[in-house]
């Protein structure tokens, strides 16, 4: 059994948790299209987060979580970042670009994250995992071009998801910092709360012109699978390998997330063409090179006075 204490076992770890962070964020393409004829979009996000901090509350409060920490500036800035902004342009950018452009588009995540973490958290990015980000972009811009959903959006619609994308970057960064000084259950719940303080406004104004949505039985079941499921336990998850895994590997793994996504779509009836598996077997490799020799590759001793600064 491997040991969980031991530098391998951590990273071993790491890289299980975020296997199943992106089977539960691929199942949430569908579930949101699904929903979202039912609640706009700042509603649904705001109580989609309002479910996932009631969920990790119990347990973060038993590793020292208090609620006093959700208002210091690194938690305001992480929920600000990973949470209100992240999500919410998301969103709204799907309601006017096609889903193919977004994954094109949440495609250079990893390349975002990588170009954050070298001047920031002073990660070296070694050329084989430029390589593994590469070809993951090409896999995933493969499936986007086969499946023919490409075209028909709007630049309004690609720079909010671009503006999400940058966020999310920003928020995993920010991860990586908080990860050696709070037990993930902390930075997640703390990060959760501080998001829901941005999030409320833009709820309000939505549900005052729109009326308040009559929600029924499979709305909110949708609702508390999306806030436990695909925001409590996934980014939980992510903030847990973080503490183990490089920013810029780690930010590799969403380059899986349309091909989980993909998969989740056949199993409700939609088609598949050889050119998105050959995608997909091409993000998939992009992710195994960028752990290539992984195991040799340490932070620099120089990440830790970075981290300290950042967070005072």
């Not at 949101?32 to 989609?48: E, S």
């Not at 056949?266 to 598996?277: K, P, S, T």
């Amino acid at each position: 059994m491997t040991d969980s204490s031991s530098p391998f076992g951590k990273r071993c770890y790491g890289i299980a948790a975020l296997t199943l962070a992106v089977l539960l964020w691929g199942s949430t393409f569908i579930t949101t299209k699904l929903i979202l004829n039912a609640i706009g979009p700042f509603a649904l996000t705001f109580l989609r987060f309002v479910v996932a901090f009631l969920g990790l509350l119990p347990f973060a409060l038993r590793r020292g979580f208090h609620p006093r920490i959700i208002f210091r500036p690194a938690f305001l800035l992480f929920g600000l970042t990973g949470i209100a902004l992240g999500y919410s342009l998301q969103n709204v950018g799907l309601a006017y670009t096609s889903a193919g452009n977004a994954s094109l588009i949440m495609a250079g995540l990893p390349a975002i994250t990588a170009l954050l973490s070298i001047p920031i958290l002073h990660e070296r990015v070694p050329f084989w995992r430029v390589l593994g980000i590469g070809l993951s972009i090409a896999g995933v811009a493969l499936v986007s071009l086969s499946s023919g959903s490409v075209g028909g959006g709007s630049l309004l619609g690609d720079a909010l998801v671009l503006g999400a994308v940058l966020n999310f970057a920003l928020y995993t960064v920010q991860g990586r910092l908080l990860g050696p000084h709070h037990p993930a259950l902390v930075t997640t719940t703390a990060g959760f709360g501080a998001g829901l303080l941005f999030l409320f406004p833009g709820a309000v104004w939505e549900c005052t012109r729109a009326g308040i949505p009559p929600l029924r039985a499979a709305a909110w079941g949708a609702i508390i699978y999306l806030g436990l499921g695909a925001s409590a336990l996934t980014l939980f998850l992510w903030n847990f390998a973080l503490q183990s895994l490089d920013a810029s590997e780690a930010a590799l793994y969403t380059s899986l997330v349309p091909i989980v996504g993909l998969g989740f779509a056949v199993l409700f009836g939609e088609g598949i063409r050889a050119l998105q598996l050959l995608g997909g077997a091409m993000a998939v490799a992009g992710v195994w090179m960028g752990h290539r020799r992984a195991g040799e590759h340490l932070p620099s001793p120089s990440v830790e006075p970075a981290r300290k600064g950042a967070l005072e």
